[in-house]
């Protein structure tokens, strides 16, 4: 057994330095002929390519390695983050159960890339069992309770996430302990803790190397829609413009730079946003806004196909419901029973104050006013300063008066 493991590694190694040579020579290469650089992004794609490449020689090497396909879970769930491939998550999930098939102790790991990709696919139930685990084999590393906490505290298990997060904020500099604690302050209506967290940690991460742009520029996307649910639209667009400068074909950030001109009352603007988000990757998310911009510019015929299109988007994902599309049927009062019945189903599991706000919105639309204001009283329970929410809160309660 001993003699297989090092003999993976050394093929891992090996095939992946020729890989990373291979990489820095051509680049060096298109320098010195005058030319075309290659970008710092497009070169860390291709060396996670290359240890996907390298890792998966290991692994028919040794058929039975839980190393190579922990290495292999772990890559493909990175690349899913830069490029949003969701295959990729599914990958990640495969890779990662087969390795905990091969080897549950010192495989730690494996489980919190396993809860990664449930989390990605919006399949959270599966996604805390397998975060317990990773937490229940090793309860020393904050890293792996924060992720258990973001879990609880996507279920809406707030009393579950406070405990776990009321011992971490010790821990608050570490990337991935830090973001998630901010969301935590949040939820709570702390916002301005929120914003403090994020900028310590984003400062922090701004001096690694060792760390990807994709999450380095991630860091930037959180503190721009923390400032955009602030209201204070002008800090939003500094940070995003920040986080693209560092990742320049972000779908993510070009997508709420998009809902940011909506915001600020420039449709036009927004439709440029989304499209070029939208040419690096069809999202649900960005479509919604496309089409709500759309609709401010009085075009509704592009409208409804950008909804025909998000609603495709949407059932090919992974975990069908998407609340994005929930919601922009409601805002059009179309299809209201329909949202209303698929939000209650995943009300049943998924008890968060957003799944509450969707229930809520959909019992206004269907005119029950009276219901509509008890479950939004749900949605409002943790003083959450989302306008969204306040928005949503202040239309039940006029209309009962």
């Known amino acids: 057994m001993r003699s297989s493991y090092r003999r993976t590694v050394l093929l891992a190694a090996a095939t992946g330095l020729l890989a990373i040579t291979g990489l820095a020579g051509s680049r060096l290469l298109a320098g010195e002929d005058g030319g075309v650089a290659v970008s710092i992004v497009e070169t860390e794609l291709a060396a996670r390519d290359a240890a996907i ?8 090497v040794d058929p039975e390695s839980a190393l190579a396909l922990a ?33 549950i102790t010192r495989n730690a790991k494996s489980y919190v890339t396993l809860a990664n990709a449930l989390v990605a696919q919006h399949r959270f139930v599966e996604a805390e069992v397998a975060a317990h685990s990773a937490v229940r084999y090793d309860p020393s590393v904050p890293e792996y309770s924060s992720l258990l906490a973001e879990i609880r505290m996507e279920l809406g298990d707030y009393a579950g996430a406070r405990a776990i997060f009321q011992r971490l904020y010790p821990f608050q500099a570490i990337p991935s302990v830090g973001p998630r604690l901010a969301r935590w302050e949040e939820l709570n209506g702390n916002p301005e803790a ?28 959180r503190l721009g829609d923390l400032e955009m649910r602030r209201g204070r639209l002008y800090r939003a667009k500094q940070d995003l413009e920040r986080g693209l400068a560092i990742q320049p074909d972000d779908h993510r950030i070009l997508t709420s730079l998009a809902r940011l001109e909506l915001l600020k009352g420039n449709p036009r603007k927004a439709m440029a946003r ?14 919604g806004v496309l089409a709500r911009a759309q609709l401010a510019v009085g075009d509704s015929a592009s409208a409804r196909e950008t909804a025909q299109a998000m609603e495709i988007a949407v059932s090919g994902q992974p975990g069908a419901y998407h609340r994005e599309w929930s919601l922009f049927l409601l805002d059009q009062n179309l299809r209201v029973e329909e949202v209303h019945a698929r939000a209650l189903e995943e009300l049943e599991t998924r008890k968060d104050i957003y799944g509450y706000d969707v229930v809520a919105w959909s019992l206004f639309r269907m005119g029950r006013v009276d219901d509509a204001a008890r479950v939004m009283k749900q949605a409002m329970a943790l003083g959450t300063r989302d306008p969204m929410l306040i928005q949503h809160a202040n239309a039940i309660e006029m209309s009962r008066q």
Do not use: C, M
């Open 274 to 287: 989304a499209e070029k988000a939208l040419a690096l990757r069809i999202d649900p998310a960005t479509l």
């Open 194 to 221: 929120a914003r403090r967290i994020l900028e310590r940690v984003s400062k922090a991460v701004e001096r690694r190397r060792d760390i990807p742009r994709e999450q380095r520029a991630w860091f930037h996307l």
């Open 71 to 103: 290495q292999l879970g772990g890559l493909h769930l990175q690349r899913a983050r830069e490029t949003g491939d969701e295959a990729d998550y599914s990958k990640a999930e495969d890779y990662a159960r087969r390795s905990l098939a091969l080897r």
């Open 53 to 60: 490449g390298a890792w998966s020689n290991a692994l028919r």
